[in-house]
């Protein structure tokens, strides 16, 4: 009578684990998915208290802004993406840096050489100023170089060796030629970091 009843109780415990396990699984992608999903909430946090300083050299702390900002005009454009505490990009190696313009607004099919890359550097502090030059990773050199144009000159995707770490609170700073502005009016830019984080902007361009 008693070992008949130890296979109801072995089934009983092994469906409440099975449960548990299933639980903590879901749990735990949940989980990825909110990191992720609140990457823009917590850069804003940072953003909007900025300590950038108003002063010519500094980096300004727009997520991406025109060198130039008249309209059909060729120019530098600078990306400065911080990276929030706790996001999947904090306390990795830098690898990759995407920035997508809508269709039809900059265009960067000119700036498909390593040298159209002017910097990139990280900001520790978000003051405006960089403290790590991070310009000589860019991967280089065909067939592996790391400057590549897609989506009819929309997309500029920079490669790096991953020889440089981000921290959370830093900001990455990355200036390139060559890229034409639209016309005048507010276009919404994306930056992605290493494929795991990204974050919105508006580059603002006015009449000539």
Sequence with gaps: MDRRGISP???????????????????????????????????????????????????????????????????????????????????????????????????????????????????????????VDATADVECCPPGDGVIVSDGGNTLTIELSGNHDLEGGDALIVEYEAVENPDAGDDSVTVGVNGEVSDSGTLTIVDG
Excluded: C, K, Q
């Design 9 to 131: 109780l072995v089934g009983a415990v092994l469906v409440v684990v099975l449960t548990l396990l299933l639980a903590s699984m879901f749990a735990a992608a949940a989980v990825g998915m909110a990191d992720f999903g609140t990457e823009r909430e917590l850069v804003a946090d940072l953003t909007g208290g900025s300590t950038v300083e108003d002063t010519e050299d500094a980096y300004r702390s727009e997520l991406v802004w025109a060198r130039d900002d008249e309209a059909n005009e060729v120019t530098s454009h600078v990306v400065n993406y911080s990276i929030a505490p706790g996001s999947d990009a904090a306390g990795n190696s830098l690898n990759s840096l995407v920035i997508e313009y809508p269709d039809g607004s900059a265009d960067v099919a000119s700036v498909d050489e390593r040298a159209e890359i002017e910097m990139v550097g990280i900001d520790g502090d978000r003051d405006g100023s960089v403290e």
